[in-house]
């Protein structure tokens, strides 16, 4: 037997036993080791891990859905004993760590609920019978029951129901009043019906005495704590409304309708008042001031530009006072009132033509908050 083959056997003799005495070597051992791994980490919320041997170091791979699964994993990975090792214990084992830990998801953000404030309501019947509702209800299904009450009582005369659901009403009985001043409002010839959070107003024009009469009854008994009030003009009858406004808005939008394009008229550049139209609508608003307690009324007057500044400012002035004078004989407390005049400084039509001279001639009320 030459010396060379003599040489191979005694390398396979030492190969041997490196592989039988050795762990680095130990390539049974580290089959059996990646085994056991593999079946601690068996459970479902680690099918992430991967185990790959090398020697005596288990490699862990794979996507881990957070830190501290990877960290768990490695933990049970390093405890994980070998069950065939006699001399060297049963840990003889290194992991390491080649996780890819996903980034944590930032937690959605909420949105805020936006609740409407102030919470309003608005439905209109025209002179010829449309009508038009507007604003806010609670829910999906009170919303459906004003639509369908609302479409009982005016039938193909709704023509525009943009109301929508939100949080903010003040309470339960919302629809509820709603539903009490529909029927109300379809026996007028025209009005309004308001809500403005708790206070409840409608407005309007109709024939009969008797339904202005009822419609006064029902607003001084609203359920759950709503304020109601009534302003129902009956043709050449004396005003009689129900009910105090306590909506600064509603108060001015009172003052609005009322006047409308109705002028109040004076004698020729003087602060005369003239003309029993004149003298009708401030028996009105005279009536109206008294349902805005709460509220002071600011009374300004205005001049077209004809004739001297100084003269048209006084005379402005005058007019303002004259018109104060009148709703405090009828009624209205003249701590609530201030006169001011203008004069030509703020005109709202041209100067050059008589009908924009008309429109420039005029008096506004401001409805401000008392002091």
């Known amino acids: ?31 059996e080791m990646g085994d056991s791994i593999r079946a601690n980490l068996s459970a479902d919320k680690f099918n992430f891990a991967k185990v790959e041997m090398s ?22 990975a390093a405890k994980t004993e070998c069950k065939t090792c006699k001399k060297k214990g049963k840990i003889w084992h290194e992991v390491a760590s080649n996780f890819q830990v996903a980034k944590a998801k930032p937690a959605p953000v909420k949105q805020a609920v936006q609740v409407v404030s102030p919470y309003q ?11 038009d509702m507007h604003g806010y209800v609670p829910s999906d299904d009170a919303r ?37 001043h529909l029927p109300e409002l379809a026996s007028l010839d025209n009005g309004t019906f308001s809500l403005d959070d708790r206070q409840a107003l409608i407005k309007g024009l109709v024939s009969d005495a008797g339904i202005r009469d009822r419609i006064n009854a029902l607003v001084t008994g609203l359920p759950g704590g709503y304020i109601g009030a009534a302003n129902i003009a009956v ?25 409308g394009q109705t002028r109040i008229n004076f004698a020729s550049a003087k602060a005369e008042i003239r003309g029993a139209q004149s003298f009708d609508l401030l028996n009105t608003l005279a009536s109206a001031a008294n349902q805005c307690q709460s509220f002071r009324v600011s009374i300004e007057g205005h001049t077209d ?7 048209n400012q ?20 003249i701590s609530r009132m ?20 008309a429109a420039n001639r005029r008096i506004n009320f401001v409805v401000t908050q008392s002091e």
Request: one cysteine or more; glycine letters at 10%.
């Open 314 to 333: 006084w005379l402005s002035e005058q007019r303002a006072q004259t018109v104060v004078a009148y709703l405090a004989d009828n009624g209205v407390e």
């Open 235 to 259: 043709p050449n009858a004396a005003a009689v409304n129900a009910g105090e406004v306590q909506s600064k808005a509603m108060c001015q939008a009172l003052f609005d309708d009322l006047k």
């Open 338 to 357: 201030n006169a001011t005049g203008y004069g030509e400084t703020q005109p709202i039509a041209t100067n050059d033509t008589p009908e924009g001279r």
């Open 55 to 76: 020697g005596n170091v288990a490699t862990l791979s794979g996507d881990a859905p957070s830190k501290a699964l990877a960290d768990e994993a490695i933990s049970i």
């Open 1 to 31: 037997m030459g010396k060379w083959l003599w040489g191979l056997i005694i390398l396979g003799i030492i190969s041997a036993l490196i592989t039988l005495l050795t762990p680095w070597g130990a390539s049974k051992h580290s089959v």
């Open 305 to 311: 530009n004809e004739g001297d500044d100084e003269y």
């Open 144 to 180: 459906d029951r004003v639509v369908a009450e609302a479409q009982a009582l005016f039938g193909d005369k709704l023509r525009s129901t943009k109301i929508r659901v939100a949080p903010g009403a003040p309470n339960a009985n919302w629809t509820d009043v709603i539903g009490l």
């Open 121 to 131: 309501f608005t439905a209109t019947k025209l002179d010829d019978g449309i009508v």
